[in-house]
């Protein structure tokens, strides 16, 4: 029971370009969202989260959006960087501990 | 600081033998968690620690897993006995509190093979 959504496995953008990562949910009791960055043989790590009565956050080069009558989110890296190379899982929670997570985009920025 | 450290960082065994992963959280972080990341099933929640206390291991697919948490500074994954279907990335994580806007921090993760 695949409650987020991550359709496309793979996202390839040159550098100084933008990047673009979706994300779709199915639980309309989900209210606060994050993503995560993973390299390989590493722990994902926290990049940036939104919160449901908001429907953007921007840190920095990167800024999710939400849109929660789509039950979509959205991840913008700009511009995008050679590290920014790395697998990117969207996630969700109610108000509770649980996150459900996504299965992940691969994003390789090319020089 | 040191972050979430997970040992060890790779294990292969046989099929049948116990597996004892261990975990040190961030000093500080009294919520605990341990996710397992498969190809089929991405990463899942295997079970939830709030000061030391199991509060929801729902995710915990056999009675062959356990998991333990003597003290606020470790905690171990016991898969016994193994079986190949077990093999998988296994990570700990953990945070301050829990819930939304307490984000939880990954350990590397302990890639298990089961042969």
Known sequence: DQQVKQNSPSLSVQEGRISILNCDYTNSMFDYFLWYKKYPAEGPTFLISI????DKNEDGRFTVFLNK?????????????????AVYFCAASSTDYKLSFGAGTTVTVRA | DA?????????VTEMG??????CKPI????????YRQT????????????????IDDSGMPE??????MPNASFSTLKIQPSEPRDSAVYFCA??????????QHFGDGTRLSIL
């Open chain 2, 39 to 54: 190809m089929m099933r991405g990463l899942e929640l295997l079970i939830y620690f709030n000061n030391n206390v199991p």
């Open chain 2, 3 to 11: 972050g979430v450290i997970q040992s060890p960082r790779h294990e």
């Open chain 1, 51 to 54: 919160s449901s009565i908001k």
């Open chain 2, 94 to 103: 953990s945070s301050v509190g829990s819930g939304p806007g307490r984000p």
């Open chain 2, 27 to 34: 000093s500080g972080h009294n919520s605990l968690f341990w």
């Open chain 2, 63 to 68: 009675d062959r897993f356990s998991a333990k």
């Open chain 1, 69 to 85: 009558s789509a039950k979509h989110l959205s991840l913008h890296i700009v511009p995008s960087q050679p590290g920014d190379s």
């Open chain 2, 17 to 22: 033998q116990e597996v004892t992963l261990r």
